[in-house]
């Protein structure tokens, strides 16, 4: 298993959400980009948002989310 584009576009827009509160969504506009636009579509077919454009978290998007923050924390740390 690899990451390509499409995986990373999903990771960034997961990444967008405020893990701190259910109750706070985002929205993907259409400016956004298409690469954007459509990780949003395929991570609503994946069950892991409310919306083909964003909504909120569904219970596997959040715990997705909360890895993908996780990882993307890790990463950016310095190990100094």
Do not use: F
Not at 9 to 19: K, P, Q, R
Not at 34 to 46: F, I, S, W
Request: charged content about 20%; proline content about 0%.
């Amino acid at each position: 298993m690899s990451w390509n584009s499409e995986i990373l576009a999903e990771l960034e827009v997961l990444c967008l959400y405020n893990l701190d509160s259910t109750q706070e969504g985002i929205k993907v506009h259409s400016s956004a980009g298409a690469d954007r636009v459509a990780a949003a579509q395929r991570l609503y077919e994946k069950g892991l948002i409310t919306q083909d454009d964003g909504g909120y978290l569904t219970s596997l998007g959040l715990e997705t989310a909360a890895h993908a923050q996780a990882v993307l924390i890790v990463l950016n740390s310095n190990s100094d």
